[in-house]
């Protein structure tokens, strides 16, 4: 079966563009979120969505949104591009939305805005 | 505090020794704890899912997990220079009951196997 999947892997982006970056979870996974990584850190938690709903938001600006789609595929899109949003953004998948699952990760997607 | 902290390292180990990898944590309700590792310019890839106190093992890796002291250890026996990487210990701050999870990680421990 196929991992996480993640759609573009790499793209350069000027400041004040519009990015979206897609995710198809792992066959049969419902949950789906999304992490930004920044060189040096953790990932950090941006949105979570578990059936098609979202069910929290880390503390990222209103610049970042995201949706999942009925075939639990999922979007974020980031607006006016600041240099700061340069990062690794990762997309995670598991089966439900509760802490007995494990979560895996795609490969990510390397967002460079300039 | 960090909810979640970890030594930067690097720590370095002989080929064939056995690595200790330490996380602590500073919410006393958090169900499950994984570690991950992540070789540079990669994803983090999944090494141990651990939601009991004790121990879990899986091929050369063991998860060790005590609630009471809010610790969560790997150990990597026979360490191998292809095991040289950053290892993310994560702690799920969800919720049962709304189907929320959240993964709050730890800055990482750089392992460095010498041949």
């Known amino acids: 079966d196929a991992g996480v999947t993640q759609s573009p892997t790499h793209l350069i982006k000027t400041r004040g563009q519009h990015v979206t970056l897609r995710c198809s979870p792992i066959s049969g996974h419902k949950s789906v979120s999304w992490y930004q990584q920044v060189l040096g850190q953790g990932p950090q938690f941006i949105f979570q969505y578990y059936e098609k709903e979202e069910r929290g938001r880390g503390n990222f600006p209103d610049r970042f949104s995201a949706r999942q789609f009925p075939n639990y595929s999922s979007e974020l899109n980031v607006n006016a591009l600041l240099l700061g949003d340069s990062a690794l953004y990762l997309c995670?998948?598991?089966?439900?939305?509760?802490?007995?699952?494990?979560?895996?990760f795609g490969e990510g997607s390397w967002l460079t805005v300039v | 505090q960090k909810e979640v902290e970890q030594n930067s390292g690097p720590l370095s180990v002989p080929e064939g020794a056995i690595a200790s990898l330490n996380c602590t944590y500073s919410d006393r309700g958090s169900q499950s704890f994984f570690w991950y590792r992540q070789y540079s310019g990669k994803s983090p890839e999944l090494i141990m899912f651990?939601?009991?106190?004790g121990d879990k093992e899986d091929g050369r890796f063991t998860a060790q997990l005590n609630k009471a002291s809010q610790y969560v250890s790997l150990l990597i026996r026979d360490s191998q220079p292809s095991d040289s990487a950053t290892y993310l210990c994560?702690?799920?701050?969800?919720?049962?009951?709304?189907?929320?999870?959240?993964?709050?990680f730890g800055t990482g421990t750089r392992l460095l196997v010498s041949p």
């Open positions: 994560a702690v799920n701050r969800g919720s049962v009951a709304t189907g929320f999870q959240k993964l709050v």
């Open positions: 995670a998948s598991s089966l439900e939305g509760h802490h007995g699952n494990t979560i895996y």
């Open positions: 651990i939601y009991s106190n």
